[in-house]
T-cell receptor, first 117, second 117 residues
């Protein structure tokens, strides 16, 4: 079974400071990892994904994430936070070891990011 | 391209009724997945359809069902509604290939907010 943990329910950061939203995962095979963002009363918006290759993945709106296989982590980062980054962030995993037929995404509980002006 | 669309956006039903939600994927996408989002359980996978066939199903009772049409549009149905079915129902589409490439990104619609009274 696959699982995702986002250890922080809420992260507060001052505008202009770097931000990190943490994510750890557990899969039986190799993971495909995703970050999504959700604004109030909206669906999930894709930010970035890790499939294979370079451990540092760059995504939309200046976000990036670092895949660390030994620590089974995929933390989301941004060098300089904006007030408009305030939202709910979800990490998700798909276990490719479950076969091509397994298209299910397993999500973490989400982390609320608040960027303080 | 237009994004994933879901109708209706808001729905209020009473216990015991049934409801049908609709999802139109991004043009050219043949895979549609459904997720339920609640404050208590977070995001949970319901099922995935590809080429009019259900490919994967989450751990939900049989009251939850779905189908996909030849134009890739999908509907999900919940019968005998319970208070606990109140949730945001999200639909996601991807350009998954017939071979089941798991690298495909899922793009989400805005969701249907279902309230059961």
């Amino acid at each position: 079974a696959q699982s995702v943990a986002q250890p922080e329910d809420q992260v507060n950061v001052a505008e202009g400071n770097p931000l990190t939203v943490k994510c750890t995962y557990s899969v039986s095979g190799n993971p495909y990892l995703f970050w999504y963002v959700q604004y109030p009363n909206r669906g999930l918006q894709f930010l970035l994904k890790y499939i294979t290759g370079d451990n540092l993945v760059k995504g939309s709106y200046g976000f990036e994430a670092e895949f660390n296989k030994s620590q089974t982590s995929f933390h989301l980062k941004k060098p300089s936070a904006l007030v408009s980054d305030s939202a709910l962030y979800f990490c998700a995993v798909r276990d490719i070891g479950s076969g091509a037929g397994s298209y299910q995404l397993t999500f973490g509980k989400g982390t609320k990011l608040s960027v303080i002006p | 391209k237009a994004g994933v669309t879901q109708t209706p956006r808001y729905l209020i039903k009473t216990r015991g009724q049934q409801v049908t939600l609709s999802c139109s994927p991004i043009s050219g996408h043949r895979s549609v997945s459904w997720y339920q989002q609640t404050p208590g359980q977070g995001l949970q996978f319901l099922f995935e359809y590809f080429s009019e066939t259900q490919r994967n199903k989450g751990n939900f009772p049989g009251r939850f069902s779905g189908r996909q049409f030849s134009n890739s549009r999908s509907e999900m149905n919940v019968s005998t509604l319970e208070l606990g079915d109140s949730a945001l129902y999200l639909c996601a589409s991807s350009d998954r290939l017939a071979g089941g490439s798991s690298t495909d990104t899922q793009y989400f619609g805005p969701g249907t907010r279902l309230t059961v009274l």
